[in-house]
């Protein structure tokens, strides 16, 4: 025989309350209605479900084995539903969060780690994205947040606001080739074998670009011994004394790092930056807009969390 779900809920709410009105009640049933499952529901059986008294319903043998089997099935039907929904697509399309690699290293990480457990139902897709791609991705609408580097994306009408110091230093072996230093220029970095990220990273692309552009033809060409594609084993590989390399000081942990490093200023004026979070033209406005919000205050308190320099005060830019 086939059994309705509906009818094991209310057989289990009488046996529950011991009252026909009472499980009646729970199931939002008019009694009328509700002894009428019940009947077709013995009827079905072929066999008595319930002793009838004055003062209420007990479960015969039959009903107490009915009872305890509909409490499996429900639970089992609970999961199996519980299951399925964690599949379900989200209602509203994954937010867009683009940023560059030295964003991508702890910032973002760090953002999206609290944001995805505080918002279950939200996904986010996330994409390492040079500064002029991500301003134009979000002035078309296609991005709904970016972290880009204040140099590069001011004067495009986008809502941005600081999100914290992003300056590059130089960082090397304790005791070797920056023993004793607190600031160098790029020339004389270069001038000592380095370590470095790919040739394709935004980082890397974002460094050589304004090499070219305040040193020109006369900028060393550096010896590179490795390329790597994170700033973390970029970090270790300084750290061992493979090579001198330039990082965002924000890449640094404030513990370990500063205990195996030399770590400098790069004199350069190119290398003092910032981040900026900047705002899609259409975050404020879409169905999204809550979320959007939600995950930029995420950044937000990330960027407070790192070490060194704090992001400056919160005044939108425009």
Not at 78 to 101: H, I
Not at 186 to 205: F, I, K, M, Q, W
Request: charged share 25%; aromatic share 2%; proline share 7%.
């Amino acid at each position: 025989m086939r059994y309705d779900l509906d009818d094991l809920r209310l057989f289990l709410g009488i046996v529950t309350e011991g009252s026909i009105t009472a499980g009646a009640r729970r199931m939002h049933l008019s009694l009328p209605s509700a002894s009428a499952r019940v009947r077709a529901l013995e009827h079905h059986a072929g066999v008595a479900l319930l002793i009838r008294g004055r003062r209420g319903v007990r479960p015969t043998p039959a009903g107490t084995a009915l009872a305890r089997h509909a409490r499996e099935v429900l639970d089992r039907t609970a999961r199996l539903e519980s299951a399925v929904a964690s599949y379900a697509r989200p209602r509203t399309a994954p937010l867009t969060l683009l940023g560059g690699g030295s964003a991508m290293h702890r910032l973002v990480p760090r953002a999206l780690l609290s944001f995805l457990r505080a918002h279950p139902d939200v996904d986010v897709t996330v994409a390492e994205s040079r500064t002029p791609r991500t301003v134009r991705m979000l002035v078309a609408g296609e991005a709904d947040l970016g972290v880009v580097v204040d140099n590069e994306a001011r004067d495009r009408g986008l809502v941005m606001e600081p999100l914290g110091d992003d300056s590059l230093v130089v960082i090397g072996q304790v005791g070797g080739i920056l023993a004793g230093r607190t600031a160098l220029t790029y020339g004389e970095a270069a001038e000592h074998p380095l370590v470095g990220l790919d040739a394709a990273s935004s980082l890397r692309r974002w460094i050589e670009k304004h090499i070219e552009k305040h040193i020109g033809p006369h900028a060393p060409a550096p010896r590179y011994r490795t390329t790597v594609a994170d700033l973390g084993t970029l970090v270790a590989l300084a750290a061992a004394g493979v090579g001198l390399a330039v990082v965002p000081r924000r890449a640094l942990d404030p513990g370990p790092d500063r205990q195996t490093l030399d770590i400098c200023a790069l004199q350069d004026s190119w290398a003092r930056r910032h981040h900026l979070l900047a705002w899609g033209t259409n975050a404020r406005t879409s169905p999204s807009a809550p979320a959007v919000e939600a995950l930029a205050e995420h950044l937000r308190r990330a960027a407070r969390s790192l070490p060194e320099s704090g992001p400056e005060p919160h005044q939108p830019l425009v």
